[in-house]
Nanobody, 124 residues
Framework: QVKLVESGGGLVQAGGSLRLSCAAS????????MGWFRQAPGKEREFVSA????????DHADSVKGRFTIFRENAKNMVYLQMNSLNPEDTAVYYC?????????????????WGPGTQVTVSS
């Protein structure tokens, strides 16, 4: 069983930055690939970023490439999403997810555990 808790969301002006954190309560955090997804009102939950178990390989959705960075600290059971150059289209609830395998997937149904989410609101 894996418990995930996100933090770091909030209200920010367009062009600003936020860093989301996800704390995992699990014995072997390094056994899980991790992902970030987001869901805006009235829209499907969509892939944002993902990282493999070691942190050596990662991927980002085209909409956030060059602006967002995912990274993890296995010794602290933490995964992060650094978000720069935010725009109003990034407004959503952001979810951390864990997948008990080596590699990531962009498919939300491929993740086994989810956090409750953290709200990010970007004002214009």
């Amino acid at each position: 069983q894996v418990k995930l808790v996100e933090s770091g969301g909030g209200l920010v002006q367009a062009g600003g930055s936020l860093r989301l954190s996800c704390a995992a309560s699990v014995r072997t955090f390094s056994a899980y690939a991790m992902g970030w997804f987001r869901q805006a009102p009235g829209k499907e939950r969509e892939f944002v970023s993902a990282i493999d178990r070691s942190g050596g390989r990662f991927d980002h959705a085209d909409s956030v490439k060059g602006r967002f960075t995912i990274f993890r600290e296995n010794a602290k059971n933490m995964v992060y999403l650094q978000m720069n150059s935010l725009n109003p289209e990034d407004t959503a609830v952001y979810y951390c997810a864990a997948r008990s395998t080596t590699g990531w997937t962009t498919d939300r149904y491929g993740y086994d555990y989810w956090g409750p989410g953290t709200q990010v609101t970007v004002s214009s």
